[in-house]
């Protein structure tokens, strides 16, 4: 599987962008997945909401000691965050840390309040298997504000609904939001998705697409962060955003959780 790298922000990001109506389905192979996607047409989340205590952004250390955003995640436990693998592939760990979601922002916050990584686990190296688990320096103080999300307990159906979440672009290449977003999107069946992005870059066993209803999307930045689902009372990471095309305009591709909970509980 071949993806066109975007190089945003300083940092190498691995992008995500996508979108069709309904299931309709898209006549028109796009010629290019982008790996690192923010999200398009969502809503900002307010800085005093804490619906969202799971979020987390990963940032890369400058030279001049600065923290720079590219890519999301989510809390899976104390000391154990959940991210797509291409968001450290290739990266110096030591200068790769992470924020919880303190107040939906990415603004300047001390350094102390950022969690270095200790290691990474990934289920195989492959184009496919894009997800991985980031072992902490040290434990994340929760609060009301700051939690752990659960796994889910059943695959999800074609037609569910889910929220992403992120900090990336607003469209293709534009600006990253300084505010958390969050965007409504539905999971779109597999053999689309097939007809869409071919075999070689979707695997309907470890993936599902997602599009919004009005052009709602991921994009650049994205990329890690969860797309989310009730079960019961409870909020539960159902994927996290991997790939796409055009932002707004192509079916987005994330990984299905589903397919690996046995695999992160054996790690938990």
Excluded at 9 to 14: F, V, Y
Excluded at 171 to 184: C, E, F, H, N, Y
Excluded at 204 to 213: H, I, K, R, S
Aim: with cysteine; aromatic share 12%.
């Amino acid at each position: 599987m071949k993806f066109m790298l975007i190089v945003t922000i300083g940092l190498s990001m691995i992008c995500q962008c996508f979108s069709m109506d309904g299931f309709q389905l898209n006549q028109t192979r796009p010629t290019t997945i982008n790996k690192s996607l923010t999200i398009v047409n969502g809503d900002v989340v307010p800085t005093d909401s804490a619906d969202f205590y799971y979020m987390v952004t990963l940032h890369s250390l400058n030279e001049d000691g600065s923290l720079f955003f590219y890519c999301g995640g989510a809390i899976l436990g104390p000391d154990v965050v959940i991210t797509a693998y291409h968001c450290l592939e290739g990266e110096d760990l030591s200068k790769v840390f992470i924020r919880p979601n303190y107040d939906n922002t990415i603004n300047d916050i001390p350094f102390e309040l950022y969690y270095g990584i200790l290691d990474i686990r990934i289920y195989e190296k492959s184009d496919i298997h894009d997800i991985c688990l980031v072992y902490l320096d040290k434990l994340i103080e929760f609060s009301d504000r700051i939690g752990s999300i659960s796994l889910p307990s059943e695959e999800i159906e074609d037609g569910a609904s889910v929220d992403v979440l992120g900090f990336g672009f607003l469209w293709t290449d534009g600006p990253i939001s300084m505010q958390l977003r969050v965007a409504r999107l539905i999971k779109q069946p597999d053999f689309i998705c097939i007809q869409t992005w071919g075999t070689n870059n979707f695997d309907d066993n470890y993936q599902f697409c997602t599009d919004g209803p009005m052009g709602e999307d991921s994009c650049q930045g994205d990329s890690g962060g969860p797309l989310v689902l009730m079960e019961g009372d409870k909020d539960v990471i159902a994927g996290i955003t991997v790939a796409g095309g055009k932002c707004g305009s192509d079916y987005a591709i994330n990984m299905k959780i589903f397919a690996y909970v046995d695999w992160i509980q054996s790690l938990l």
